[in-house]
């Protein structure tokens, strides 16, 4: 069904409505197709188009409700496809996306990255871009349908650099080698290069050490030049040609001021050396060698400390087995892991990784999963136990049945998500793009006005010149360009490395902020597997008829509590019967109709709502509020409307719940919980773990509130939970920490996510945090500093240009060093 005409109609019968006359083409007409999610009716369809329609720039809207698509011609040169997705959204819906990413060669500096990220923005249907300087790699959001890896790398070629596509899952197996292979590599040749370079300048800068000595003696003027020319333009190549790469695509980057600044002390020698035959004491050949030698031995300082940086995400690629023994007519087969499908056998012998996600099918062992979820000592597995790929496997032989290949499995989810919060970027790296994008044009600028100072203050073309060249290599765009990604990068490595997954850079910015954190209890304070306790019923009612009939209704349920009342009837060998009519009260119960009798399980409030007669209710009140005093949850159960007894559960409160409480307020945070569960029981945790205060009888509705609410006050909130329930209340704070024991909609909806079900590695989260952030200012101090300090002095000729090559060497090594130092941060809660 097509809504156009119906829109068109309503537009013309509504005196309101703002609906744009389409608008005629231009040289730069394009048109896109979007996939829009949420449309559900003519009328929807109807705002998307009106919507559209409204920007300047459109000339035309069809929106295909059977499809869910909509065609949009437009003007490129008044509105892009970024604008028009915001629209869409402004409207209430959303435009599918997909993700792209890409290795990139070739960059030298930040504004290499921007260059890259320009032209890939720039493509038809990219709503967002990003390039990652430190990472060497570039993510691409766009629209169905509208990008591929051939489009995207011959962009990145026409802006002068080499992409290697990352988006083809069939090579998940060889990425670790080629990755590998990419970065070893052109380390290795460049250490040749340097070497080479450094026996070719010494010679030249021992002489000028020689003379500080007092030792006068001087290399021949022919010698000098023999040993700097293959320095220039053979080692020192690789600046010329990102140089003329830059230029050829109007821009300036530091191969720029590299190339610049050399050529200018090398052929100034040159031409004092045969033109002007001014003597050996004016050559400066050494300049220009040392300059080159010192930066390219940064570079390649820097491309260690980056790897470095980055080794999180390589030590977690690395944990993926490449094959695998699957079991075939009661034979192990050794297999490709992409040739593996959900619910085939697999053996892991001892001592092997596990292959993919499972579930124990025969066998038991102990497995590391410490690269995993940060959980330092080894966890027992039996069968039916769920274990995870990527974990070593102990001194038992088991066999798994595979639950999740590929991209779904719990190591391919934690490398995208550390991947997506890598390539991310903080709010002041805008600032710094800014910046960064000016830099050279800046600085050639200052060179020249360092030149003509220095000759209008009556100094020689010499002087004037040395001068410029000073001011031109110790301007250090790199340190600029790998402040804040380098140290985002090993922070979240290091947090990974944690059991700590920081999916974005909107958490890591809000989480040093917080000063108060809600905790759920069940599955979060609590260790979330309750047992039962006892099992009262009235008098006349039988224990066992009670309990199998409330483990008929619970059967149907996924609550933990359910769970638990399942588990004992069926260890007492108890056959559980079917039900219908099942329906339940969020927070408050559930009900169905077991054997002809209608039953109700939940608190007194759902009870009272389903009018069951309770005779004596105070003495049941009081009966059940000894068992709440001592921390334990109460269900009621009602048979026919008549009251039948009650089920105590306790669920242990976990060992390290009481020490993270007492580190957040030692922290100066307040600590808050709500729960479910009644007031008694919540008082009783509270007390218990001496939490700032504890709420009961909370419905999932009403923790999203207590988090508004907390914010109007001026707190800054972060939420804790694991469930379904807790995803309102996650999506509502200002960090959302998910549990990873819990549901995955709870680890979508959270900034952050916990691997293990440590409460302990919420201080950890929040430390880690502020370390990465105290990182990344002290970064960007330092590259404005070394900038705003080096480059005065270089103009005012304090510096000369082999110290000023030096300091710009060292800019970029010391801010990368600086970051990777953060690989040293070690999780309080894997120390207890």
């Known amino acids: 069904m097509n809504s156009r005409t119906k829109a068109k109609d309503a537009a013309i019968n509504d005196p309101a409505s703002d609906a744009k006359t389409p608008q005629s083409p231009s040289a730069n007409s394009r048109d896109v197709n979007l996939e829009i999610t949420g449309m559900s009716c003519a009328g929807c369809a109807g705002r998307v188009e009106k919507s559209v329609g409204g920007l300047e720039g459109v000339t035309s809207v069809d929106v295909n409700l059977a499809l ?13 496809v970024r604008r028009i997705a915001q629209a869409v959204a402004d409207a209430g819906y959303s435009v599918a996306e997909e993700t792209w990413s890409y290795d990139i060669d070739g960059m030298t500096c930040a504004n290499c990255a921007g260059r890259v990220e320009k032209a890939l923005a720039a493509l038809p249907g990219v709503t967002e871009a990003t390039v990652n300087f430190a990472l060497e790699q570039a993510s691409i959001t766009a629209l169905p349908g509208q990008m591929s890896d051939d489009i995207a790398i011959r962009s990145v070629e026409g802006a002068g650099y080499h992409a290697t596509s990352r ?35 010494a010679p030249l800068v021992l002489q000028m050490v020689w003379m500080y000595l007092g030792v006068e003696y001087h290399l021949p003027a022919w010698v000098e030049l023999a040993l700097a020319t293959p320095v220039q333009f053979l080692i020192g190549w690789r600046f010329y040609r990102g140089a003329f790469a830059a230029l050829r695509h109007r821009s300036a980057n530091m191969d720029v001021l590299v190339a610049l600044g050399t050529s200018s002390a090398y052929f100034l020698s040159l031409y004092n050396m045969i033109v002007a035959q001014s003597g050996q004491s004016h050559l400066y050949f ?63 012998l001892p001592g092997e990784r596990l292959p993919v996600d499972g579930i124990v099918d025969a066998g038991e062992s102990e497995l590391d999963e410490s690269l995993i979820t940060g959980e330092t000592r080894p966890v027992a597995r039996v069968g039916g136990d769920e274990v995870v790929g990527g974990a070593v496997n102990g001194t038992g032989r088991i066999d798994i049945k595979v639950s999740a290949v590929g991209d779904d499995t719990t190591l391919s989810r934690i490398i995208r998500l550390v991947e997506k919060a890598q390539t991310g970027k ?145 260890d007492k060998g108890m056959d559980i019967p079917d039900v219908i009519e099942f329906r339940g009260k969020t927070g408050a119960g559930v009900m169905a109709t077991v054997e ?74 307040n600590s808050i919980m709500l729960s479910g569960d009644s007031q008694e029981v919540a008082s009783y945790v509270t007390e218990q773990l001496g939490l700032e205060r504890g ?48 549901t995955d909609v709870a680890m979508e909806t959270a900034g952050i996510t916990l691997m293990r079900s440590d409460p302990a590695l919420v201080a950890d989260a929040i430390d880690i945090s502020i370390a990465t952030r105290r990182k990344i200012a002290q970064n960007l101090f330092w590259a404005f500093a070394y900038n705003v300090i080096g480059v005065p002095l270089a103009a005012f000729g304090v510096l000369s240009p082999a110290i000023a090559g030096a300091a710009m060497a060292l800019s970029s090594v010391s801010v990368v060093s600086n970051s990777v130092m953060l690989r040293r941060w070690k999780a309080r809660g894997a120390q207890k």
């Not at 009870?607 to 509020?625: F, K, T």
């Not at 914010?711 to 939970?721: C, L, N, P, Q, S």
Request: aromatic residues 2%.
């Open 167 to 201: 988006n083809k899952s069939s090579a998940n197996d060889n990425n670790d080698s080629e990755t590998a292979a990419r970065s070893d590599k052109p380390v290795d040749r460049s250490l040749l290069l340097l070497g080479a370079s450094v026996v070719l300048t």
């Open 68 to 80: 869910n698509t909509a065609h949009v011609a437009f003007d490129g040169d008044k509105v892009d």
């Open 286 to 348: 050494e300049a220009s060698a040392a300059i080159i030698t010192l930066i390219l031995g940064g570079k390649i300082m820097e491309d260690r400390a980056k790897r470095g940086a980055s080794a999180a995400i390589r030590e977690l690629m690395a944990l993926r087995p490449r094959r695998a023994r699957k079991i075939v007519d009661g034979k192990d087969i050794d297999v490709a892991i992409d040739e593996l499908k959900v619910g085939d056998i697999v053996r892991v």
């Open 426 to 570: 903080a709010p002041v790296q805008k600032l710094v793009d800014r910046v960064s994008a000016v830099f050279v044009p800046v600085v050639i600028v200052i060179a020249l006005v360092t030149l003509a100072g220095w000759l209008f203050a009556g100094f020689g073309m010499e002087e004037s010149i040395v001068a410029a060249v000073s001011v031109l290599v110790i301007a250090c765009p790199c340190a600029l360009g790998l402040a804040t990604p380098t140290a985002l990068v090993a922070g979240t490595g290091s947090a990974a490395r944690a059991g700590i997954l920081i999916r974005n850079f909107d958490a890591l910015e809000q989480a040093h902020n917080i000063d108060t954190v809600i905790f759920d209890k069940t599955g979060t304070l609590t260790e979330g597997s309750p047992t039962v306790r006892d099992v009262k019923p009235v008098d006349g009612v039988d224990q066992n008829d009670l309990l199998r009939l409330a483990a008929a209704v619970q059967a149907a349920s996924e609550h933990p509590l359910a769970r638990a009342v399942v588990s004992i009837a069926r």
């Open 695 to 742: 709420e009961g009888r909370i419905r999932p509705q009403d923790k999203a509130l207590a988090v508004e609410k907390l914010r109007k006050e001026g707190r800054h909130v972060a939420m804790v939970g694991d469930g379904i329930n807790d995803a309102p209340a996650l999506a509502a704070a200002d960090v959302g920490i998910a549990m990873g024991g819990g």
């Open 596 to 669: 002809g009798k209608s039953v109700v399980i939940g608190t007194d409030t759902m009870l009272r709502d389903q009018s069951v007669s309770m005779p004596d209710a105070d003495a049941i009140s009081a009966d059940i509020s000894q068992h709440e005093a001592r921390g334990r949850t109460v269900i009621l159960i009602a048979i026919d409307g008549k009251y039948g007894g009650f089920i105590t559960l306790e669920d242990r409160i976990r060992e390290s719940a009481k020490q993270t409480i007492a580190d957040l307020k030692a922290r100066g945070i």
